[in-house]
Structure formats: C-alpha cells, structure tokens
C-alpha cells in the first residue's frame, strides 16, 4: 500500500511539473520542480481524487496546513496518514 | 468636459436591504457574514457567506416577474428603486433617449443556471422552463432596469470578475463626462451563494472556513457575499440646474492590466491603476483621506494591495487611512465595487469611516492604518475606491466631496 501512494503521487506530481516520474526524488520541494501555487492546487485536487480523501489545505495559510507540502517526501507521507485514516 | 455626480444610491446586501440600513451597519461595524442557508449546503466545505437574509422574492415580485427575475436581477431591480427614487429623475424624452445602464456582473444568472443544470443532470428531466436563457444572460439585470425606468441610452453588462462594478461605473462615468450621456445607471450586482457557485469557489481553496479578516495576520482567505449597488451618475450642470441633492463627485477612474498571472495579483498594475485614477483626477496623494480597499482577505491581495498603495501614494501612505468593508458585507465578486462605494460616500458626505472589522493581528506587511474594527469620525474630502480582478484587471476611481 505504502509503495503504492508514493508511486501515485509522483505519478501525479510529475505530470504537474511535466517531468518523468523518474526525475522526480524525494528530497524536492514543489516550488524546485517548477510547480505554482497553481500547479500545487491542481495536484491536491488530483490527490484527493486519486484516493477519494480530503486533503486540509488552505492556499492562504500553506504553514499552518495539517498537510505538509515542504517536499515530494512530505506530501506522501501526508497522504499516506490521510489514507491511513480513512481506512482505520 | 462635464464633471460627474452621483444624486442617487440604491443597495440590498448581507448589511441591509437599503442605504441607510447598510450605512448604520458600516458605522457600527457590524458583521453580516453567516452560516450559509440553501440546498445541498452540507455537501460543502465552506459554509459561511455575506448571504441576503429574510429576501422573501415571492413577495417583492410577481410569479410572472419570478419566471424571468434570477436572484441578481432582483437585488438589481430593488437597488435600483431605491436609487432612481433617491435621484428624483423621471425618465422620458430626451433624458430617456440619452440616459442608459451600464452594471458589473461577474456570475449573471449562475443561481438560474445551477438550478436548471440540477434538473437535467441530476434529477434526470428532459426539460426546463421557456425562460432559462433570458434569466441567466449577463445582461439581464441591466435589461429590466433599462425596460423599468425607460432607460434608452447607452446600456451594456461589464463582467471582469472582481473589479466588474467598478469598470461599470468607470463607463458611466466616463460616458457622462465626455457628453454621451445625461444620466447613468450604474453600479453592480451579484448572486454566486448556491451550492455550484460556492463549490467552485471552493476548488481555489483560498476561502475562509470562519471569517473574513483582511489586513490581519491572522487572515485565512474570503468570503463571499451576495447583493447589488445601484447609482445614478448625472452631468453636474443637469443635476445643478434641478436642484438635486448631490451625494458626491467621481472626479477620476483608471484601468490596467497585470498581463501576467490569472489569479496571482501584481504590485505594479494595483499601482499604476491607483496612481492613474490620481492623474485623472488631478489629485495630489496629500489631498486622499480616504481608500476603501479591494482587501478580499487573502494572504496575496492584501500585502501586494499595501505594497501598491505604498507604491503610488509614497509617503502619504503612512497617514491614509484604508478599510476594507468585506470584512462586513463578505465579497460581492461582481457587485462589490458598487456597494463599496457606499462606504467611500458615507466617508465624504458623512465623515464616518468604515472599520476593517474582524482585524486581530497586524501584519508587517500590511502595516498601513486599516481603521481596525471601529468606525472613526473623521472629515475627508477626497477618497478612491479599489478593486482588482482574478486575470489581473485593475479599477479604480476617485470621488470628492459635493461642493
């Protein structure tokens, strides 16, 4: 499962950022790989599709966000917590 | 060239269902923000909204009215008669002829829309009423003022979402000044509040889940609200020589364009629309009192908005006072230059300034004076109105005091 969501989310951020899903590490932030602040609520939208939860974010308060959008690393453990929860 | 007056108001809002009404509301800094009351409401995750409570359109209007009537063309049609009334203009012959309506919108019909796409789509009918499209049209609003007063001149809709209203004054202004007009009706007004049109809005996810604070720093985003403006700009000399009440002067307008982002604001294009009303209206930063701000409560308008005021005012910014009534009345997208200009009125024929309410936590970034939650009585003789659309369009006007 954990594989799992982490080979979506980079499915989904690389084709934000119009990369392959190779070029996409774990370490990067959004802003690196060139995604927007349009581009990074397109990519919780896809999320959220993706595995039919809802994501807590705020595009006015990024920070104070449960959801930690710091690094493609962050953004899948923070999925991985969502989907965890909803299947709890 | 004509100067330009304004001789009558007109508006129903989460504030008031008149003038006075929203003005006593603006003065004591009231909030008219509130839990969202319509269909499929819990499906939503914003729940909050400058909503028109107690509307009752059933008995305003007739079922036939009703048939053609969205929800924009009745608050439209309300303002208006509130402010024709206020104007005292009758309208025939040749005051007809070169009298016309010019109105913002951003949404039109969207109630009307969302209704009927429910219909086919989710309830599965083949059919809807006769009159879907002419309720929804953009423009329908500014039809049945012009077909309700015999407004036969110049009429059209503006719709640049956010700054709407305030592109439709700036026409009718601009129309009156270089002669092409006697009168306008003029303003603004909006209905997005059902559930497809706050579910969009949600998407962005740059709305508040409590309220609307802008300039605090503890600001989370807007809220909508719902409503219409309605004004009756008329050449000076017209007004003068019937002996109309005056209720202030537009002596200056500006528009730009960012040609950059389509949701992310500029500094430079805020600032050059500022300073351009400024020159249009041969007005020095020292002699503005008064800005009622765009101030959505956002974190990105209301920094760049201080940024731009900074920009054009220079060091007469430290003392301008700016309010942001959003707070109060929540975001009218299309309509809320118009009702903003309420509080741009009462600053000049008043001398009341409307609070920013809900301001908590001042923010180094909006360090400008945002006359935090309390009304201040203070004598102005010049203010501007701002307003800045998503796709980067920029309006803003300048009135004066009635001499």
Redesign the interface.
């Known amino acids: 499962m954990a594989e799992n969501v982490k080979d979506k989310v980079i499915a989904i951020i690389a084709e934000q950022a119009v990369l392959d899903e190779s070029d996409v590490s774990m370490d990067q932030s959004l802003e690196a790989l060139g995604i927007d602040?349009?581009g990074l609520?397109e990519s919780?939208?896809a999320i959220e599709e993706a595995f039919d939860i809802?994501v807590p974010?705020?595009?006015?308060?990024p920070e104070?966000s449960e959801f930690d959008i710091s690094s493609v690393a962050s953004i899948v453990a923070a999925v991985e917590k969502l989907v965890a929860e909803q299947t709890a | 060239m004509k100067r330009v007056v304004i001789t009558g108001a007109g508006t129903v809002n989460a504030l008031g269902l008149s003038v006075p009404a929203t003005m006593e509301a603006m003065r004591e800094g009231r909030c008219g923000i509130s839990e969202l009351n319509f269909r499929d409401v819990d499906r939503l995750a914003i729940k909050i909204g400058g909503q028109v409570h107690n509307w009752d359109a059933e008995n305003r209007f007739n079922r036939q009215q009703i048939a053609l009537y969205d929800r924009f063309t009745q608050f439209t049609l309300h303002a208006a008669k509130e402010a024709i009334g206020q104007s005292g203009l009758t309208f025939i012959g040749e005051l007809a002829a070169t009298s016309g309506v010019i109105l913002g919108t951003s949404g039109g019909g969207l109630t009307t829309q969302d209704e009927n796409y429910r219909v086919v789509y989710e309830e599965g009918k083949n059919r809807v009423h006769p009159f879907v499209v002419p309720k929804l049209m953009n423009n329908a609003a500014c039809s049945h003022v012009s077909m309700e007063y015999n407004l036969k001149g110049p009429s059209f809709t503006v719709a640049t979402a956010c700054a709407s209203s305030n592109h439709a004054m700036g026409q009718a202004f601009n129309m009156i000044r270089c002669g092409m007009a006697t009168a306008m009706v003029t303003g603004g007004s909006e209905s997005m509040l059902c559930f497809g049109g706050v579910k969009a809005w949600e998407g962005l996810r740059v709305m508040s889940k409590d309220a609307c604070r802008p300039f605090s720093l503890n600001r989370n985003g807007m809220v909508q609200g719902e409503g219409a403006t309605v004004f009756v700009f008329e050449d000076y000399d017209y007004a003068k020589a019937r002996g109309a009440d005056i209720l202030a002067e537009v002596i200056g307008f500006a528009m730009t364009s960012d040609a950059s982002d389509i949701v992310m604001p500029s500094k430079q294009g805020a600032a050059r629309a500022i300073s351009g009303a400024m020159k249009d209206a041969k007005i020095n930063a020292e002699d503005i009192g008064y800005i009622n701000a765009h101030g959505t409560g956002t974190a990105a308008n209301d920094k760049t908005e201080c940024a731009a005021v900074a920009d054009a005012l220079g060091h007469h910014a430290d003392k301008v006072m700016m309010s942001s009534t959003k707070s109060m009345h929540g975001h009218l997208i299309g309509g809320t230059g118009a009702v903003e200009l309420l509080a741009c009125i009462m600053a000049l024929r008043d001398g009341v300034i409307a609070p920013t309410i809900n301001y908590e936590e001042p923010d180094p970034e909006c360090a400008l004076d945002v006359v935090p939650n309390e009304a201040r009585d203070v004598p102005v003789d010049v203010v501007l109105s701002n307003a800045f659309a998503f796709g980067g369009l920029n309006a803003v006007l300048a009135l004066r005091k009635a001499a």
């Open positions: 602040s349009l609520v919780i939208f809802t974010f705020n595009a006015n308060e104070q």
